[in-house]
């Protein structure tokens, strides 16, 4: 049941942000790669509770984890990125429109998320070199093919061209599968963040929702060598999908 948003819970928030800007404009160009990573795995976790969601991840549920590999994820909120950097930091492509965000936009782009813009090819080219390079140094980087969100129990069909870096960079990709439920273990709508939703009404629809868990699985790694990245986009899209839906629930086609 939708309850007020208290007061206390909007100024934590606020101040949570506000503090996260100064530490990432005062503080991280003076710390390595590893103080930061830890920072940004504590800031995160705190903002996602602020926001009144927890987080399962079930060790006895989840695949190895590869290193070096290309993460991907299906998408369904903002609170995504969050969600994954309070279990592994990373390095994640996200959509041009995320650095207009108040805050969070500032917060994704100093803090090494990459941008895209949508239908630009040499774009696309741009950031996939820079992937390579990325996982060549060691950094974990995500990205979400479907390219934006979706609502819950459906994936949409995930574009297939930056799973090339993958190939180039000779890892394997590990699919991630994250949704949001409510007390019972259904999918909790308020989660969802699509149409012309905007990130202050999602804001408020999470921390009005009376709670959620945010549930991250990891998934067996798949093997590029010798792969197509359409295979690849294939592949981690069935995996993905097959697990999203809770018990008792449909799935939805893509």
Not at 28 to 47: K, N
Not at 122 to 134: A, C, T
Not at 155 to 174: D, G, K, R, T, Y
Not at 225 to 254: C, F, N, Q, T
Request: glycine share 8%.
């Amino acid at each position: 049941m939708a309850t007020t948003i208290p007061a206390p819970g909007l100024a934590r928030l606020a101040v949570h942000l506000a503090v996260g800007l100064m530490k990432v404009a005062l503080l991280f160009p003076f710390l390595g790669p590893a103080a930061r990573e830890r920072r940004v795995q504590r800031w995160s976790r705190q903002l996602v509770a602020i926001c009144g969601v927890a987080m399962r991840f079930d060790e006895s549920r989840q695949a190895r984890a590869v290193s070096p590999a290309l993460i991907v994820c299906n998408h369904v909120s903002w609170l995504d990125i969050f969600v994954i950097n309070a279990l592994h930091p990373c390095r994640f492509v996200a959509k041009s429109d995320i650095r207009g965000w108040p805050l969070i936009g500032w917060l994704c782009e100093h803090t090494g998320t990459i941008f895209i813009a949508r239908g630009k090819a040499r774009d696309v080219r741009r950031i996939y070199e820079g992937l390579v390079k990325s996982i060549h140094d060691g950094e974990r980087v995500a990205f979400f093919p479907e390219g934006t969100t979706s609502p819950q129990g459906t994936v949409l069909p995930f574009h297939a061209n930056l799973f090339e870096a993958a190939i180039e960079a000779e890892v394997p990709v590990q699919p991630y599968a994250i949704r949001y439920l409510d007390a019972d273990g259904s999918l909790h709508s308020s989660a969802d963040f699509i149409g012309e939703m905007t990130f202050v009404e999602s804001v408020i629809a999470i921390m009005k929702s009376g709670g959620m868990t945010a549930e991250l699985v990891r998934l067996p790694a798949i093997d590029t060598d010798g792969a197509h990245r359409r295979e690849l986009a294939k592949a981690a899209h069935d995996a993905i999908a097959g697990m999203l839906v809770p018990e008792g629930e449909v799935a939805v086609e893509s």
